[in-house]
């Protein structure tokens, strides 16, 4: 089914009543125990499951219009839902409905001389706004960590995922309502186009903070045009720095997983830096490796130098997330080069060194300014699950309330809670 024509007068009515009903049902949706909303996510997941093979077929339709339209191969691989993925998605929401809960956390308490008991809590936001692209896990993902943490949800998942966002809401919802939660917490306006997602960033007092998920130009544009308060989650150029002391055997598969394991996502690498001093001892065996896993190696002169079947690099290649099986590898002078490029054309998102020198271990972990830093692992570890949150909403590249893998508590603000007996300012 395509999206409705309506006019953009229409379109952003229509969104703005939906939005609407999102911020009613966080009211109630606030105020529900931690156990009744476990209840209403195994709900969600059982759900999820049994209309499986709807879910399937409709992201089929999806699928084949992307085919028809040119998506890219990352693109395609994103929106691609079968049974084992579907499955993963309700187990991802049954983890979820298992973690603590955030709301009502005690941040801080304190007592001022006058007797004032002060107390600071996790609230809800009320209502989590995402525009994303071909990514129906978002869809779910999303729904479920704001619906744990008390927080209606409102999605735009856009044109290239509309049959299966629409099976996958509508599967959601009928779960609310079958344990009594009410369905307009989870939200969509993907039937309104772009103008939905207009309504959406200009929607301040009815969506309490907007997340973008998806390529940099749809993230720049929600960061730039929105009225309501952003999270951003930036693109992933990623590094790996192979230093002068970097095992062979972990350099490869380190790298090799990192680029390899799945290509299309923001925590695969796109870009190695060789210490001059390893540069003839691991350059060989890594192009080869690479090659052999089917990446295409873009290299400087120094790379092609020393393997075959190079791709001479342009200063593009560096500031490039290629989401597909291809990697840029730069011979650089020593540590303090490499962390210099990384400043240059890193997204902050990840960044990975790999050496057994310990004091280039912790000056990178001190002065590489990304959401997460690692040593001697690979940047496909940059994930919510992998880092215990269940799903996640996003990974973060700003500073601001939230950076690096976003899960339960990053849904939540705080307020004071102030008991007194009787005081008065003098």
């Known amino acids: 089914m395509a999206t409705t024509l309506v006019s953009p007068t229409d379109a952003v009515t229509g969104a703005r009543e939906r939005m609407a009903l999102a911020k009613r049902a966080a009211r109630t ?19 999820l499951e049994a209309d499986s093979e709807a879910i399937v077929a409709a992201n089929a339709g999806d699928l084949e219009r992307g085919r028809e339209s040119g998506l890219s191969a990352a693109l395609q691989d994103r929106l691609r839902l079968d049974p084992s993925r579907v499955a993963a998605l309700a187990d991802a929401v049954r983890d979820v409905a298992e973690l603590p809960d955030p709301v009502g956390r005690v941040i ?30 978002v869809t779910v993902d999303i729904a479920a ?5 008390g927080n209606a949800v409102v999605l735009r998942g856009g ?59 749809l993230i720049e544009t929600v960061v730039t045009e929105s009225t309501v308060p952003v999270i951003e989650t930036g693109a992933g150029i990623v590094h790996i720095v192979l230093d002068e002391s ?91 080069d490499a962390i210099e490029h990384i400043r240059t054309y890193s997204s902050q998102h990840t960044e990975s060194i790999i050496t057994e020198d310990a004091a280039a271990a912790e000056r ?13 692992s690979s940047t496909r570890f940059t994930d919510g699950g992998e880092f215990g949150f269940g799903a996640e909403v996003g990974i973060s590249t700003q500073k601001l309330h939230a950076r690096g893998p976003m899960g339960l508590p990053e849904l939540t603000s705080t307020k004071w809670l102030v008991r007194g007996a009787g005081q008065v300012r003098g």
């Not at 476990?38 to 969600?44: G, P």
């Not at 959406?200 to 903070?209: K, N, P």
């Not at 210490?275 to 089917?294: E, Q, T, Y």
Request: aromatic share 4%; proline share 4%; glycine share 6%.
């Open 246 to 336: 970097a095992r062979a055997d972990w350099a490869i598969d380190i790298v090799v997983n990192a680029k390899v394991q799945r290509p299309s996502v923001c925590n695969a690498v796109e870009t190695i830096l060789v210490h001059r001093g390893a540069a003839d001892r691991l350059i060989p065996a890594l192009v080869s490796s690479l090659r052999a896993a089917g990446v295409t190696v873009h290299g400087d002169a120094e790379v092609s130098a020393r393997a075959e079947g190079v791709v001479p690099a342009t200063p593009q290649d560096w500031a490039t997330e290629y989401l597909s099986l291809d990697i840029a590898i730069r011979v650089v002078d020593d540590l303090d």
């Open 108 to 137: 801080e308490q304190r007592r001022l001389e006058n007797g004032l008991s002060l107390t600071k809590v996790a609230v809800p936001f009320g209502v989590v706004g995402s525009i994303y692209e071909a990514r129906p896990n």
């Open 29 to 47: 949706l606030g105020l529900l125990s931690s156990e009744r909303k476990s209840e209403m996510l195994r709900a969600v997941a059982a759900r």
């Open 159 to 217: 044109s290239a995922a509309e049959q299966s966002n629409r099976a996958l809401i509508s599967s959601m919802r009928a779960a609310l309502e079958s344990v009594g939660v009410d369905p307009d917490a989870i939200q969509t306006v993907d039937d309104f186009g772009r103008e939905g997602a207009r309504a959406m960033m200009q929607a301040r007092g009815l969506i309490d903070v907007l997340v973008p998920r998806g390529s940099a130009q």
């Open 145 to 149: 960590l704001a619906l744990r943490s």
């Open 364 to 376: 990178f972990l001190a002065e590489v300014d990304s959401a997460v830093v690692m040593v001697n």
